[in-house]
């Protein structure tokens, strides 16, 4: 049986451990307050942008401590260029766009996805946003 000393020796040399080699990796300031917390926020996509598709901005904008917007889709140029604007402009910063919503599913960084697309659409974009990992 480990006792609490031995225990508390080898977790403060791991912790030691770490830190050291978070300091020597590169990160920046900006890009470790994106990783800090990184299990306590949710990044979004949002697929259908006209409409509905600012409530949903407006329900990730008041979100904000524990939501992320990273991914916006819509098959109209126009329509995904003033969203992604009022995205930046609400948010502070600019999502990425695509105008097709199914290699969109495929990164890893989208942990779940939001659907304002007319209603036939939905079914089908939620299959395959499940298929791919995602929460819907």
């Known amino acids: 049986m480990i006792s609490r000393r031995d225990f508390l020796k080898t977790t403060a ?5 770490l830190a050291v080699s978070a300091a020597t990796s590169g990160f920046s300031a900006k890009s470790y307050a994106q990783i800090v917390g990184a299990n306590d926020r949710v990044n979004f996509a949002v697929i259908g942008l006209h409409g509905r598709g600012y409530a949903h901005l407006s329900a990730l904008n008041g979100n904000k401590s524990t939501a992320r917007l990273t991914h ?4 109209e140029s126009d329509i995904l260029a003033k969203y ?3 995205a930046e402009k609400q948010l502070g910063y600019a ?4 105008k097709d919503f199914r ?4 990164p890893n960084n989208i942990d779940a996805i939001t659907v304002a697309t007319p209603g036939h659409l939905h079914t089908t974009i939620a299959i395959w946003g499940l298929q791919n990992g995602k929460h819907v």
């Open 13 to 17: 040399v791991s912790a030691t451990g």
């Open 72 to 75: 916006v889709c819509d098959v």
């Open 84 to 86: 992604a604007g009022a």
């Open 95 to 98: 999502p990425t766009t695509n």
């Open 103 to 106: 290699s969109m599913l495929q």
